[in-house]
């Protein structure tokens, strides 16, 4: 039996943009010296990474394999950011930042992300939309 394709089924000149998103965690601590609250102690977060990939569907009903992204998420972003002091290599961590490096790594790799989301907290959140240039 074949592949279901979405493509052969949908209406002629429609053009479908689906995206994906895997999610992660990870374990690490910093520091905002400039800040004046409490936020300016060393302090640490059990962060959340959701990352985003969006294109138009492939023949075979994908985006992307999830064991890809999560492949290239763990060899680019995770070796280096789980159990790390983000000053050590962010100058200013802030959750914004955050999202943008690991975008950029991401990118860099090759992985075509479309949003970066870090959650600091359940509350507190940052997203990165990459747009295309």
Sequence with gaps: ???DNLTDRHEP????NTSVSRSFTFEASH?????????AKLHGHSYRLEVTVASPLKPDGVVIDFGDIKATVTK????????AHLNDFLPNPTAELVAADIAERLLGAGLQVSAVTVHETAACSATVHVRDT
Aim: proline fraction near 0%.
């Design 76 to 83: 680019h972003v995770l070796t280096e950011y789980d159990h």
């Design 1 to 3: 039996m074949g592949v």
């Design 31 to 39: 520091q905002l010296t400039w800040h004046t609250g409490k936020c």
């Design 13 to 16: 000149g429609r053009m479908f």
